[in-house]
Nanobody, 131 residues
Framework: EVHVVEAGGGLVQAGGSLRLSCVAS????????IGWYRQAPGKEREGVAC????????LYTDSVRGRFTISTDVAKSTVYLQMDSLKPEDTAVYYC????????????????????????WGQGTQVTVSS
C-alpha cells in the first residue's frame, strides 16, 4: 500500500522558517521524482519545488528560488523542503507528490507544471505566514 505523508507545517511570522518533510512508502522511491505543490484558497495548485531521486537535481519556481531548498534522503525515503524568509504569500496547503521519473527533459518540462502527471499525493500540510 502506498503512503505519502507530509509533516512540518504550522504558523510562523514573516521572515521565519519552516521545514517540511515528506515520507513515502509502498513504491520504489528511487524511481520517482518528488515534488512540492501548494494551493492557496481560491487559487490553482502551484508547483513549488521538485527533486529527482535519480541524480538529486532540483527544480524551483521563481517565487521561491533562493529562499526554499529541497533535498532528498533516499535511504529514508524522505524529501525535505527547507523554507526560509517566509512571506505571507507563501501561505497555502503544501502537498507532496511522487512522479515516476520521465527522463531529464520531461522532468524539467513538467515537474512543476503538470500535477496531473503525478502518481501519488499526500494529504497536505497547512503553512500559514503572518505579517
Amino acid at each position: 500500500e502506498v503512503h505519502v505523508v507530509e509533516a512540518g507545517g504550522g504558523l510562523v511570522q514573516a521572515g521565519g522558517s519552516l521545514r517540511l518533510s515528506c515520507v513515502a512508502s509502498g513504491f520504489a522511491f528511487i524511481d520517482y521524482a518528488i515534488g512540492w505543490y501548494r494551493q492557496a484558497p481560491g487559487k490553482e495548485r502551484e508547483g513549488v519545488a521538485c527533486i529527482s531521486n535519480h541524480d538529486g537535481s532540483p527544480l524551483y519556481t521563481d517565487s521561491v528560488r533562493g529562499r526554499f531548498t529541497i533535498s532528498t534522503d533516499v535511504a529514508k525515503s524522505t524529501v525535505y523542503l527547507q523554507m526560509d524568509s517566509l512571506k505571507p504569500e507563501d501561505t497555502a496547503v503544501y502537498y507532496c507528490g511522487a512522479l515516476y521519473y520521465p527522463g531529464p527533459a520531461s522532468y524539467r518540462e513538467y515537474g512543476l507544471t503538470h500535477p496531473d502527471e503525478y502518481d501519488y499525493w499526500g494529504q497536505g500540510t497547512q503553512v500559514t505566514v503572518s505579517s
